[in-house]
């Protein structure tokens, strides 16, 4: 095997992507990560939206009043019992209600967000305005205690407290928001349940939560709990689109595995696919697509074969039969001057055996056309050598084959590669006059490419009428999905050039050779 690197050959193996990249550019991949995408976005969305209308629900909540209202009824169900008993006394016992005050200091109401902590204020007034305690002790300054208190101490103050000792049921009324660092003015009416009269009023200043603390409280466990509902959906989404895309890849791989068999030539391979869908569909007319090209193809190899077949008959009749006729002629008129003029005679008989050689030469070369190629076992490049040495030493012209990267290809097309080199040999024979002719054969991961030179007398292309053995190769070039390119020049020679794309799935190894 001769190594050479021709003109036409070139490689770009190196521009292939990597596995990894080439992985992730799968229609698999792509719609197991768009099934994860969209179930994470739409999980996002709605979080946000529950996320903002809880935000709405709190702020509307702690502007509504609502949680005023349930305090105080809490409150009063609650804490007023206890004061009931120490407000009916006569007089009420001070050290008892501070003592009161102090536990209720650290008192939390179960059922609303309101703490009465060392920072908030307590206290304690009569029925008839007095203040008989407060938290801290020193609220209204000292000596405070015993006396009326003094409704303008504190801002806000008047008006809840005066409802509570008026007997004021509305519950709108016994609160104010003074607008204070969020606090809020409550007062509870202590009822004498007996007499149906105001025993006293508890006073309670403090902070109810604002907006944004009572959302930088929720947000915490609305986050975790979000993060986790999203990787259990993004999971999900994942598990799902993972089995959904490769079904439907398995379809579509079912789809690209009948049609790369019909692209060479195996139409009993049919696409299975019953379901009604649109990939169901395409299978069905591709099925279709694949009998009616079978069925094409079979009657364009019956019409190839009658071409061929009345190009015989032409060459028949147009080479041989003129030679064989030319021949007789000369052997008839030999006869006819042996007695007469024998020098003369010998001339056209000389003549009728140079025309007996070249029939005989049109007849070799017609009987190889016709044979069929033996490359069972053989492989492209061993047919072609045999073939070429048979040709060089019958039509004594030089010969050189020249092979660089052999591989084995599918049978149908070395067969179709082989008709095409013995063809353009047969023209080279015929028309070249050429003594040397070149063949070379360059395969590559991608591509077969081959190259058939001569150094005969070419002809200009542009000028000519390509015959019927150019017309041929063409025809035989155009079912390999390849294209016959032809260079000549007039007094240089031919180069006829044929390039075809291979894939991987066209390399077969000789165990595969052997079984077709």
Same mark, same amino acid.
């Given at each position: 095997?001769?190594?050479?690197?021709?003109?036409?050959?070139?490689?770009?193996?190196?521009?292939?992507?990597?596995?990894?990249?080439?992985?992730?550019?799968?229609?698999?991949?792509?719609?197991?990560?768009?099934?994860?995408?969209?179930?994470?976005?739409?999980?996002?969305?709605?979080?946000?939206?529950?996320?903002?209308?809880?935000?709405?629900?709190?702020?509307?909540?702690?502007?509504?009043?609502?949680?005023?209202?349930?305090?105080?009824?809490?409150?009063?169900?609650?804490?007023?019992?206890?004061?009931?008993?120490?407000?009916?006394?006569?007089?009420?016992?001070?050290?008892?209600?501070?003592?009161?005050?102090?536990?209720?200091?650290?008192?939390?109401?179960?059922?609303?967000?309101?703490?009465?902590?060392?920072?908030?204020?307590?206290?304690?007034?009569?029925?008839?305005?007095?203040?008989?305690? &407060?938290?801290?002790?020193?609220? @209204?300054?000292? *000596? =405070?205690? !015993?006396?009326?208190?003094?409704?303008? #101490?504190?801002? %806000? $103050?008047?008006?809840?407290?005066?409802?509570?000792?008026?007997?004021?049921?509305?519950?709108?009324?016994?609160?104010?928001?003074?607008?204070?660092?969020?606090?809020?003015?409550?007062?509870?009416?202590?009822?004498?349940?007996?007499?149906?009269?105001?025993?006293?009023?508890?006073?309670?200043?403090?902070?109810?939560?604002?907006?944004?603390?009572?959302?930088?409280?929720?947000?915490?466990?609305?986050?975790? &709990?979000?993060?986790?509902?999203? @990787?259990?959906? *993004? =999971?999900? !989404?994942?598990?799902?689109?993972?089995? #959904?895309?490769? %079904? $439907?890849?398995?379809?579509?791989?079912?789809?690209?595995?009948?049609?790369?068999?019909?692209?060479?030539?195996?139409?009993?391979?049919?696409?299975?696919?019953?379901?009604?869908?649109?990939?169901?569909?395409?299978?069905?007319?591709?099925?279709?697509?694949?009998?009616?090209?079978?069925?094409?193809?079979?009657?364009?190899?019956?019409?190839?074969?009658?071409?061929?077949?009345?190009?015989?008959?032409?060459?028949?009749?147009?080479?041989?039969?003129?030679?064989?006729?030319?021949?007789?002629?000369?052997?008839?008129?030999?006869?006819?001057?042996?007695?007469?003029?024998?020098?003369?005679?010998?001339?056209?008989?000389?003549?009728?055996?140079?025309?007996?050689?070249?029939?005989?030469?049109?007849?070799?070369?017609?009987?190889?056309?016709?044979?069929?190629?033996?490359?069972?076992?053989?492989?492209?490049?061993?047919?072609?050598?045999?073939?070429?040495?048979?040709?060089?030493?019958?039509?004594?012209?030089?010969?050189?084959?020249?092979?660089?990267?052999?591989?084995?290809?599918?049978?149908?097309?070395?067969?179709?590669?082989?008709?095409?080199?013995?063809?353009?040999?047969?023209?080279?024979?015929?028309?070249?006059?050429?003594?040397?002719?070149?063949?070379?054969?360059?395969?590559?991961?991608?591509?077969?490419?081959?190259?058939?030179?001569?150094?005969?007398?070419?002809?200009?292309?542009?000028?000519?009428?390509?015959?019927?053995?150019?017309?041929?190769?063409?025809?035989?070039?155009?079912?390999?999905?390849?294209?016959?390119?032809?260079?000549?020049?007039?007094?240089?020679?031919?180069?006829?050039?044929?390039?075809?794309?291979?894939?991987?799935?066209?390399?077969?190894?000789?165990?595969?050779?052997?079984?077709?």
């Amino acid at each position: 095997m001769n190594n050479y690197s021709p003109f036409w050959l070139y490689n770009n193996d190196m521009d292939m992507p990597s596995s990894y990249t080439k992985r992730f550019r799968q229609l698999r991949w792509k719609l197991t990560l768009s099934y994860t995408g969209v179930t994470v976005g739409a999980l996002l969305t709605v979080e946000l939206i529950l996320l903002a209308s809880t935000a709405i629900f709190v702020a509307v909540l702690l502007n509504s009043g609502v949680i005023q209202t349930e305090l105080i009824n809490t409150m009063s169900a609650e804490y007023m019992p206890s004061l009931q008993f120490l407000l009916s006394q006569t007089p009420p016992d001070q050290d008892e209600i501070t003592h009161w005050l102090d536990r209720m200091g650290a008192a939390t109401s179960s059922t609303i967000p309101l703490t009465f902590n060392a920072t908030d204020q307590l206290f304690i007034v009569g029925h008839d305005g007095v203040l008989l305690g &407060s938290k801290p002790p020193d609220l @209204f300054g000292s *000596g =405070t205690i !015993g006396r009326p208190i003094n409704m303008q #101490a504190l801002p %806000g $103050l008047a008006a809840p407290l005066q409802a509570a000792l008026g007997g004021e049921e509305e519950v709108d009324n016994l609160y104010t928001l003074p607008g204070l660092d969020e606090s809020v003015i409550m007062a509870f009416p202590i009822w004498d349940e007996a007499h149906e009269r105001v025993l006293g009023v508890l006073i309670g200043v403090g902070k109810f939560p604002t907006v944004q603390s009572a959302l930088s409280s929720i947000i915490p466990i609305m986050g975790i &709990s979000f993060l986790i509902l999203t @990787f259990i959906a *993004g =999971t999900a !989404g994942t598990i799902y689109g993972s089995v #959904a895309a490769r %079904g $439907l890849s398995t379809r579509l791989d079912r789809l690209s595995e009948g049609t790369h068999a019909w692209s060479q030539g195996d139409f009993t391979q049919l696409v299975e696919d019953t379901s009604g869908d649109e990939i169901g569909q395409l299978a069905y007319n591709l099925n279709q697509m694949a009998q009616e090209l079978e069925s094409l193809l079979d009657t364009r190899q019956e019409l190839v074969q009658i071409e061929e077949r009345n190009r015989m008959a032409r060459d028949l009749h147009d080479s041989v039969k003129q030679q064989a006729f030319a021949a007789s002629a000369q052997i008839s008129t030999a006869k006819k001057l042996l007695a007469k003029n024998p020098n003369k005679a010998i001339g056209n008989i000389e003549e009728a055996e140079r025309l007996t050689n070249a029939l005989r030469k049109e007849l070799t070369n017609l009987i190889q056309e016709l044979r069929s190629p033996a490359l069972e076992g053989k492989g492209l490049a061993t047919a072609l050598q045999d073939y070429g040495h048979d040709w060089s030493r019958q039509n004594e012209t030089e010969l050189e084959i020249r092979l660089q990267g052999e591989r084995p290809l599918p049978l149908d097309i070395e067969q179709t590669i082989f008709r095409i080199v013995q063809e353009a040999l047969a023209n080279i024979a015929r028309h070249s006059n050429a003594n040397r002719v070149e063949i070379g054969l360059v395969y590559t991961s991608k591509e077969l490419t081959c190259m058939i030179r001569d150094n005969g007398c070419g002809f200009d292309p542009t000028q000519a009428l390509l015959g019927f053995g150019i017309r041929s190769m063409q025809e035989r070039a155009k079912p390999l999905g390849s294209q016959l390119n032809l260079e000549s020049i007039a007094g240089e020679g031919t180069i006829i050039t044929l390039a075809l794309k291979l894939n991987n799935s066209l390399s077969y190894t000789e165990e595969n050779r052997s079984h077709e």
